[in-house]
């Protein structure tokens, strides 16, 4: 009785110890997750909210599940932020912090958290016969959220338009969203509120959908200069200029995202350190019998590097993953064929390649070719550098059932998931300039 009571009262801590559970990418305690939604740095902690089936492994139900963490990497589980209603399931969106209160739904010593979602009209019985809008919800506390009772807040305007992005722009003192219309189109609207928004007119990434983003970043190492770059879903994404009203391409789209399992990327607004964070949902993989469906990548810094006449996005892991770092794994001849038998399946391994001459990174299964002009990720894919440096870095994060690959600055990034299966998989390594290994701790044990 009396130990019922205590179970009761301290459920028992989830292991995520299942046999394909990653360990330090985030995926939902049960049931399917997609979309980042809602990244945001509020009361001391990130949130990550997400598309998420609490009713099952598959696609459906969508509701924003909710996690939070101090330092990105050691997420706590939280209830559901956003569940369906007569409007819709809960499709992607954004949150800002609203410090100046101008929705009024706080106060300014005591800012408002301020998501901007789309309900999926006709995804759920009570919404049958609606189209999809847009619609508010705010918390004051980053735990109990209440959804506006005047919404939608932007009415359906054309096709499926969803995932509003929203950012504060300073030179016009006003709230802009970016919101994908349909086709390859994505709307641009104006707001001093959050709550009435007016278009400000229409931006084409061609051949992209879904999933804005919509951001300011410096140029690396050229100081004072700014550009904005608006990206959708698959990663593609343009650099140009911004006015608060009309976004201004000034190249060519360009892929942003280079493996196979890479999705849907958002940035946190209002990161305390003033880094352009990122995640993504690692769309694909499988898990046989396990829970949990879908992970998202590693949290990465983006940062816009002059590369071939090009600005580029470039993305390399968040300095808060080496907290993750236990043993180093020693390599004594790195020049020729160095071996190393780590005893997890969980590692860091941080590399200098030649783009000139051929070397082979193995770990288990999974052999990395750097070859000239290209490097081939095992039977996941292969990606061409961008820039023509010879000498280039290379991180490669290894979790249970994924890899991630950074490469040249991040100007490459591959997220791809896979089925290992070696327990601790023995690293060869031929030709790399230099190398070190780091087994990882999970991100779930204390
Ligand atoms: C992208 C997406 C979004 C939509 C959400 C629904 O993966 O299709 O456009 O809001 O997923 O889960």
């Known amino acids: ?99 100046k209160n101008t929705c009024g739904l706080g106060t300014e010593s005591d800012p408002p958290m301020v998501m901007l979602y789309t309900a999926a009209g006709g995804t759920n019985e009570e919404s049958k016969g609606k189209r999809f809008s847009q619609c508010l919800a705010y918390t004051t506390d980053g735990e109990t959220f209440h959804k506006l009772p005047a919404n939608p807040v932007l009415p359906h305007i054309e096709g499926e338009n969803r995932d509003p992005k929203v950012v504060w722009h300073e030179p016009t003192k006003s709230w802009i969203m970016a919101l994908y219309l349909d086709g390859d189109r994505f709307g641009i609207f104006r707001s001093s509120d959050l709550r009435k928004w007016t278009p400000a007119g229409n931006v084409t990434i061609p051949g992209s959908s879904e999933c804005p983003d919509l951001f300011e970043i410096p140029v690396d190492g050229e100081s004072k200069v700014k550009k904005w770059v608006l990206s959708s879903a698959s990663g593609r994404y343009l650099v140009g200029s911004f006015d608060g009203y009309e976004f201004k391409p000034e190249q060519e789209a360009l892929p942003g995202a280079f493996g196979p399992n890479d999705y849907a990327a958002q940035t946190f607004s209002d990161e305390p350190k003033g880094r352009r964070i990122q995640i993504s949902w690692m769309r694909g993989g499988k898990y046989p019998d396990m829970p949990f469906n879908q992970q998202m990548s590693v949290p990465r810094e983006l940062h816009l590097i002059r590369s071939n006449n090009k600005l580029r996005l470039a993305a390399l892991p968040v300095r808060e993953l080496q907290l993750l770092r236990t043993n180093k794994v020693a390599f004594t001849r790195a020049e020729s064929t160095a071996f190393g038998q780590p005893r997890s399946n969980l590692l860091e391994i941080r590399a200098k390649v030649s783009t000139n001459s051929p070397s082979k990174i193995r770990v288990g299964r999974l052999e990395l070719r750097c070859e000239p002009g290209k490097l081939i990720v095992g039977n996941l894919g292969s990606v061409d550098y961008l820039s023509d440096r010879s000498d280039i870095d290379l991180t490669l994060y290894i979790d249970r059932t994924s890899i991630e690959v950074f490469m040249d600055r991040g100007l490459v990034q591959f997220a791809a998931c896979y089925l290992p299966t070696e327990a601790a998989p023995e690293i060869v390594v031929t030709g790399a300039k230099e190398l070190t290994a780091w087994e990882l701790k999970s991100a779930w044990t204390k």
Do not use: C
């Open 1 to 99: 009785m009396f130990l019922a009571a205590l179970v009761l009262m301290n459920p028992p801590a989830l292991q995520y110890s299942e046999t394909y559970r990653p360990q330090f990418h985030f995926t939902a305690p049960k049931g399917w997750l997609n979309d980042p939604n809602g990244l945001v740095y509020y009361r001391g902690k990130y949130h990550l909210f997400y598309q998420h089936n609490p009713f099952g492994t598959e696609w459906g139900n969508m509701t924003w599940g909710h996690a939070t963490s101090a330092d990105l990497i050691h997420w706590q589980n939280l209830p559901n932020a956003l569940a369906p209603d007569q409007l819709g399931t809960v499709f992607s969106g954004s949150a800002v912090v609203d410090w």
